[in-house]
């Protein structure tokens, strides 16, 4: 590896993944709820917020709806 590189001379542009970029929310989660998913993602070796992420996907690729039924 060189100890110095001269990066004067490189031209910019923009990034091509842009689109592909993930936004930042800030969601208020119970504690069992990140609980559980910590403790999976320790076993998988992979960060919490990634397999929420991935299960949050699965869920709108799938359509998957939630099933509720309020007690009257």
Do not use: H
């Not at 590896?1 to 592909?20: E, H, L, Q, W």
């Not at 070796?45 to 949050?56: A, D, K, R, T, V």
């Amino acid at each position: 590896m060189r100890a110095y590189y001269d990066f004067s001379k490189m031209k910019g542009r923009k990034n091509p993944y842009i689109k592909y970029l993930k936004q930042p929310v800030t969601i208020r989660l119970d504690k069992a709820s990140v609980a559980f998913f910590k403790d999976m993602a320790n076993e998988l070796g992979m960060p919490y917020q990634n397999l929420m992420n991935l299960y949050l996907r699965d869920c709108a690729i799938n359509n998957r709806r939630l099933k509720l039924k309020w007690a009257s």
